[in-house]
């Protein structure tokens, strides 16, 4: 995939999924929203949770399965967890008196177990009997999970999501659990109404009414980040979208290399951070993936490092080759690479703005699947445009393409690095140059395979 250079959106136009969640969802078969009721279900009560109460038990089966080590959880533990910054939304700043309420009216109500954290141990640690009382399956637990700290979601999100919890094989399997909670005599899940601009219906938890997304409940402190819709660009399928992004590139490439062909004169800190890939990847090969017009893999070249360039278009290789003759590019898919012919593996990758055509739902495969091709103690480096948008463009350097691209959410690439079994050595969040680029953030990730 081929990198997406800052440049490519000035005079674009914008097309902008947001719809904000409401508060309350007016679904069938949602159970009345009084304080401490339950509706009878087969075999069981499907609890109705205010805001908190949803936010403790989401945490706790959350944590259950991330961290068994140090489950059940403490009150510190609890807290952290609650008002984490990343997988939740909203961001909240819940207090010891008002968890340690909402777990006594859990546990009176049969929802949560409070025990001693061990012999002779004054510290209480707090477990969740919610999976118990619903009696759901792994994948159906995840799900609810999921729904319970983030709120409504499309089956796209909740697969991204639930990679940490549960490996869904695709989008369609996580459609089959859904189908499978909302089918009960008593339904836990329901797909609410899709609205005007969404591609992809969202679902939402059964279990009492949904917080409201205040200012804090994205990385960009707007609440219509819950609606956004990143799988859009997968309405035709994925060859489809490849095809579109092969040939917008194979389009601009001679012209993309005249204008962004210096570009890294003008900005210091990518220098910066692609000399420090270089020297951690020392004499092992380096990878530069969706490498466009080779400029970044010349860079990095000059170095002194044994650099390959890959890209989906010819046209951008052909570009590369002609520009850049003692450098090696290949034409390539980086979702399908390989380890290097001569090594165990890549000392490092980077990808620099290369995720910016995938939907949301594949991020996680995608880098999961770089990761896998980096030797031990190998880096990959992330350079990412975020936000929360899909920007079509028809135009481009007045050149006619059909061509989206994705901004990311931050929380999204950093937990999909993670579930990819790296170690994030450290992240960057910068802004836009002045009069250079346009006013969209970039996140930089640097991770690590373990040795």
């Known amino acids: 995939m081929t990198q997406a250079a800052p440049a490519i959106f000035a005079g674009a136009a914008c097309v902008t999924h947001s719809v904000t969640t409401p508060g309350g969802v007016p679904v069938s078969g949602t159970p009345t929203t009084s304080r401490g009721t339950t509706a009878t279900l087969t075999g069981m009560e499907r609890p109705v949770l205010d805001p908190l109460e949803q936010r403790v038990l989401g945490s706790l089966l959350e944590k259950q399965r991330t961290v068994p080590a140090s489950y059940p959880l403490t009150l510190n533990a609890l807290r952290g967890a609650c008002n984490q910054s990343s997988s939740r939304e909203p961001v909240s700043a819940y207090d010891d008196l008002a968890l340690e309420t909402a777990a006594r009216t859990l546990k009176e109500r049969g929802l949560l177990r409070i025990v001693w954290a061990g012999k002779g141990s004054r510290t209480l640690k707090y477990h969740q009997l919610l999976s118990e009382a619903l009696d759901v399956d792994d994948a159906e637990r995840t799900i609810l999970t999921v729904l319970l700290l983030r709120g409504p979601q499309s089956a796209g999100e909740l697969r991204t999501r639930c990679e940490r919890l549960h490996a869904f094989a695709d989008r369609g399997d996580v ?42 409940a994205s990385s960009t402190g707007d609440a219509a980040t819950l609606a956004i819709d990143r799988d859009v660009v997968l309405a035709q399928g994925a060859d489809a979208r490849d095809g579109l992004v092969r040939l917008a590139y194979d389009t601009v490439a001679s012209t993309y290399a005249d204008r962004l062909g210096e570009e890294l004169n003008a900005k210091p800190f990518d220098r910066w951070m692609l000399e420090r890939v270089a020297e951690l990847a020392g004499a092992a090969p380096v990878a530069d993936i969706g490498c466009g017009p080779g400029h970044l893999a010349a860079f990095l070249a000059d170095t002194g490092a044994d650099v390959t360039g890959f890209d989906l278009s010819p046209a951008m290789i052909e570009q590369a080759r002609s520009d850049y003759a003692d450098v090696k590019f290949e034409v390539g898919d980086f979702r399908r690479l390989l380890r290097p012919p001569r090594a165990s593996g890549w000392g490092a990758i980077i990808a620099w703005f290369a995720l910016a055509h995938l939907a949301g739902s594949e991020l996680p495969d995608a880098i999961a699947g770089l990761a896998r091709t980096l030797e031990a103690g190998g880096h990959l480096a992330l350079a990412v445009h975020i936000g929360d948008e899909v920007r079509h463009l028809d135009s481009w350097w007045e050149h006619p393409v059909d061509v989206s691209f994705v901004l990311h959410d931050p929380h999204a690439v950093k937990d999909a690095v993670a579930a990819a079994g790296l170690e994030i050595v450290e992240w960057y969040l910068r802004g836009p140059l002045l009069g250079l680029e346009v006013e969209i953030e970039r996140l930089y990730v640097l991770a690590r395979r373990p040795a």
């Open 175 to 216: 459609e089959v659990c859904l189908e499978r909670l909302a089918a009960r005599t008593i339904p836990i899940v329901a797909q609410l109404q899709r609205q005007p601009g969404q591609h992809e219906p969202r679902w939402s938890h059964l279990l009492g009414p949904l917080p409201s997304a205040g200012p804090a």
